[in-house]
């Protein structure tokens, strides 16, 4: 078994990476994929045996899987938080600490004089990115929502950012680019209340409950987001970047909705597990790690690429989880507990690192 890498390590590696690459060398490339709510036996390289991922697979047998890694938290926000910061939870927001998911309209938690893993790489000459979900808070508490979103992403290290502002199951049901909306119309603005838009169709009821909209406006931003779409357009973004960025060294954060509930795999991944849509949305993720590795490929670059995977806590007993259990899988393997929980099922998570050469 190895041994107990936490969280904070990370950091810890990011500074000797940026510190002791040679003058004359390029500076190694990293990507950190941070998936939500995976749980310890999620994959079947960690036991798995009612879905199959062999990509994630793969990562493990070419470097190291890791079997006593734990979050900085059991739920969400606080576990990112801890994760781009080095610092603990409880010490958020002054000192006021950060225990939950962020509400709706929460400003940016991370002050932006505070060091993060963004700006390390930032300062070392890095192009950065975030790609997927954020769950940190936009702008000042409370935010409106109201262009443009600063304080955000790229006041904390990113020169980029796409994805989901907060999470897949809660409104707004929209995508960020940038400091912006994506599709955003200066004619047409988001607006937090008043008659709210209707969730996206192609959620499936029967998977989990989804929040209701709060806003209102933003018709055409509403109408490009699509949960099932959302894996695919997220990996594709990822992918472009990567070939955008080879001459250059690079830092991405890809920090994916899945496999947060709702659970919206694309179609074609849709009955391809023992274990439902849960498993079904386990085989979408494999397919993107599957993708932003070949993409290193493709591009020349594995050799020199450092490429950590893990959670950002255990895995959730909701519906889908419920009927995954039921079909025989086991989400967080032997481990007791749940996300939320103190027990080690809420913080114990999956931990791969691959570096060519250097992890072995």
């Keep these: 078994m190895k041994r107990l890498l936490r969280y904070h390590c990370l950091c810890l590696l990011v500074l000797l990476i940026t510190c002791t690459t040679a003058a004359a060398e390029r500076p190694p490339n990293v990507v950190l994929i941070f998936v939500d709510d995976l749980g310890y036996g999620d994959l079947s390289c960690y036991g798995a045996t009612k879905l199959s991922t062999p990509n994630i697979d793969q990562l493990a047998a070419e470097g190291r899987r890791f079997t006593?890694?734990?979050?900085?938290?059991?739920?969400?926000?606080?576990?990112?938080?801890?994760?781009?910061?080095?610092?603990?939870?409880?010490?958020a927001m002054e000192g006021q600490g950060v225990w939950g998911p962020l509400p709706t309209t929460s400003g940016l938690i991370i002050d932006t004089n505070t060091q993060t893993i963004g700006k390390v790489f930032k300062d070392k000459g890095y192009?950065?990115?975030?790609?997927?979900?954020?769950?940190?808070?936009?702008?000042?508490?409370?935010?409106?929502?109201?262009?443009p979103l600063r304080?955000?992403?790229?006041?904390?290290?990113?020169?980029?950012?796409?994805g989901v502002p907060l999470v897949n199951s809660g409104s707004p049901y929209v995508y960020v680019n940038d400091d912006s909306i994506f599709g955003y119309d200066p004619n047409d603005p988001l607006?937090?209340?008043?008659?709210?838009?209707?969730?996206?169709?192609?959620?499936?009821?029967?998977?989990?409950?989804?929040?209701?909209?709060?806003?209102?406006?933003?018709?055409?931003?509403?109408?490009?987001?699509?949960?099932?779409?959302?894996?695919?357009?997220?990996?594709?973004?990822?992918?472009?970047?990567?070939?955008?960025?080879?001459?250059?060294?690079?830092?991405?954060?890809?920090?994916?909705?899945?496999?947060?509930?709702?659970?919206?795999?694309?179609?074609?991944?849709?009955?391809?597990?023992?274990?439902?849509?849960?498993?079904?949305?386990?085989?979408?993720?494999?397919?993107?790690?599957?993708?932003?590795?070949k993409s290193l490929e493709d591009n020349g670059l594995t050799e020199n690429t450092l490429v950590l995977f893990t959670s950002d806590n255990g895995a959730m007993l909701n519906r889908a989880g419920r009927d995954a259990v039921k079909a025989g899988h086991q989400p967080n393997g032997e481990l007791l507990g749940f996300k939320f929980g103190v027990w080690e099922g809420g913080h114990r998570v999956p931990l791969i690192a691959k570096w060519p050469g250097k992890i072995k």
């Design 68 to 91: 006593d890694a734990h979050s900085a938290s059991a739920v969400c926000t606080p576990s990112r938080y801890g994760l781009l910061t080095g610092q603990y939870p409880v010490r």
């Design 127 to 147: 192009a950065t990115a975030c790609l997927g979900k954020w769950h940190l808070g936009f702008k000042e508490e409370p935010n409106d929502w109201q262009v």
């Design 151 to 162: 304080p955000g992403p790229q006041d904390v290290g990113f020169d980029h950012y796409f």
């Design 191 to 293: 607006v937090y209340g008043g008659k709210p838009v209707s969730p996206t169709p192609t959620f499936p009821a029967e998977a989990s409950v989804k929040s209701p909209n709060r806003f209102s406006g933003a018709l055409k931003a509403h109408e490009i987001y699509d949960d099932e779409k959302t894996g695919t357009l997220l990996t594709e973004r990822a992918v472009n970047w990567i070939t955008e960025k080879k001459d250059e060294p690079f830092f991405l954060y890809f920090a994916t909705p899945n496999i947060h509930h709702p659970f919206t795999p694309a179609p074609r991944f849709k009955g391809t597990s023992q274990c439902g849509l849960y498993g079904d949305f386990v085989h979408e993720l494999d397919w993107m790690v599957g993708e932003i590795v």
